[in-house]
């Protein structure tokens, strides 16, 4: 797990978070709201997608406006066989990590590469590879 994940706040634009994103080095971004609550994730392939190549400015375009639905998390407890249940049931790269309600980290395909065996690994990104 990568700890200390830095968030995009909902209300800022995507013109902001590709700047963190280039900054930090990463392709994604928690959306994190006032109540620092986790809204989503943003890609670089949403920035994109869903943005440039829909005509739109993303200093317009606030990172929120791309958060969709209830975002898919794991438990700080919870335990490889859970991240790889879960990423593979969801088809996610990206998870992040919460305690209670506060994001803690994100456990990225990386990090499960470096952490757990071949097969376990083999098997997720077969998963994820298919439609």
């Known amino acids: 797990m990568t700890p200390d994940a830095t968030c995009v706040r909902a209300k800022e634009t995507v013109l902001d978070a590709a700047r963190k994103m280039t900054e930090l080095g990463v392709g994604a971004l928690p ?9 989503g994730m943003l890609t670089d392939r949403d920035i994109v997608v869903k943005v440039l190549g829909a005509g739109k400015d993303p200093a317009q375009v606030k990172a929120g406006d791309l958060a969709q639905g209830k975002p898919v998390t794991i ?4 335990d490889a066989g859970e991240i790889l249940r879960t990423m593979a049931a969801h088809k996610i790269r990206r998870l992040p990590v919460i305690d209670g ?4 980290g994100i456990v990225a395909l990386a990090d499960v590469a470096r952490a757990l065996p071949d097969t376990s690994v083999g098997d997720l ?3 994820l590879s298919t439609d």
Request: glycine share 10%; with cysteine; aromatic share 0%.
């Open 101 to 104: 309600h506060v994001l803690v």
């Open 31 to 39: 959306i994190c709201g006032s109540d620092e609550r986790l809204k």
């Open 125 to 127: 990104l077969e998963t």
């Open 75 to 78: 438990g700080a407890d919870d």
